[in-house]
């Protein structure tokens, strides 16, 4: 963790790389033991740039600690039906422990109706409505958290920050990230609050919080005179803003004013370098659960 003339930058590239480190030797040993190595589907469906840069990205990951990937790609105009038979035939394949679709799904498709197809015991992503709706239950657990709001959790535990009883908002509040986060937290006893776009003076809510997650997609929406001196800021936006001065033409950049904030917080995660890794690293973590939750059921 880095000073950065105020905040601590929470380094989430080093954190994800030493789990990817310590997953890689559990694979090996796997592997020396018992002559297994976990399997991991991963399914895109369209050309979208964004989630074919994700998808390459988790491939890869997966070569690099010894998973193997099953890779499935599907064109933009691939029906409902069409998904659904590819997510039934890597339930039935007993090579593989987890299945990940890549979202979002094309508009044609009713994204809830592909995430309940997928086996529960392969949901690595962990967005199945029953991975979801244990979360939201005293005395139940889901087999999978999602990976980005893990992600968060993993942030907060690495860097020494305690959540119960503190004040945490969540701004955003998607399926996929400020939902689960929110729930997520609140069952380690935090108070969480969630802010969304029909919030009314959301800056005097967030002011409030000893923990912000910023989950809007926003570029750059939360400013340092929103932030509670000392608050950890854990930023979960990947905006792509227009930046000539790139060879690319754009540059990546939070929902968190990095320059200002850093000034106020006590700790901050950088975008890129933060969350992002850290949503694979637990993508491969929840993979190697399942594959040794998998090959123990099988004896
Ligand atoms: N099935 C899923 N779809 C999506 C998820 C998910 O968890 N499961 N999350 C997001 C996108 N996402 C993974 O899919 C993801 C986003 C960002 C990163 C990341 O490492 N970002 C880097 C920057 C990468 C770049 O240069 O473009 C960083 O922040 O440092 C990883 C995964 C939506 N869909």
Redesign the pocket.
């Known amino acids: 963790m880095a000073e950065s003339g105020g905040a601590q930058i929470i380094d989430g590239?080093l954190i994800a790389k030493q789990i990817h480190w310590s997953i890689a030797q559990e694979i090996t040993t796997l592997k020396e033991r018992h002559d297994k190595v976990p399997g991991l589907a991963v399914l895109i469906v369209g050309e979208r740039k964004d989630s074919q840069?994700?998808v390459r990205?988790k491939r890869k990951a997966c070569a690099e600690v010894g998973i193997k990937s099953f890779d499935v790609d599907l064109p933009a105009t691939a029906t409902e039906e069409e998904i659904l038979d590819a997510v039934l035939a890597l339930n039935a394949n007993p090579e593989i422990q987890g299945i990940?679709?890549?979202?979002p799904l094309p508009k044609h498709v009713n994204e809830q109706k592909i995430l309940l197809a997928i086996s529960i015991e392969k949901d690595v992503?962990g967005f199945h409505p029953l991975n979801i709706g244990n979360l939201t239950m005293k005395g139940r657990e889901p087999l999978f958290s999602?990976?980005?709001p893990k992600g968060c959790i993993e942030l907060l535990k690495e860097s020494g920050i305690a959540i119960a009883g503190k004040r945490a908002v969540v701004v955003g509040r998607s399926n996929?990230v400020g939902m689960p986060v929110a729930l997520m937290l609140n069952n380690r006893d935090a108070t969480v609050t969630i802010v969304h776009s029909r919030t009314k003076n959301p800056e005097a809510i967030i002011r409030e919080a000893d923990i912000v997650i910023a989950a809007a997609g926003q570029p750059l929406m939360i400013k340092g005179d929103w932030i509670k001196p000392g608050a950890a800021v854990i930023d979960v936006g990947?905006n792509s803003v227009d930046d000539p001065s790139k060879k690319s033409g754009y540059r990546?950049v939070g929902d968190v004013d990095f320059e200002e904030v850093k000034k106020v917080a006590g700790f901050i995660t950088p975008?890129?370098?933060?969350?992002?890794?850290m949503?694979?690293a637990m993508l491969l973590q929840n993979t190697l659960e399942s594959a040794k939750r998998m090959f123990a059921l099988e004896g």
Do not use: E, F, H, R
């Open positions: 590239k840069t994700y990205m990940l679709v890549q979202l992503d999602p990976c980005t996929i990947t990546l975008v890129p370098g933060g969350v992002g890794p949503t694979i």
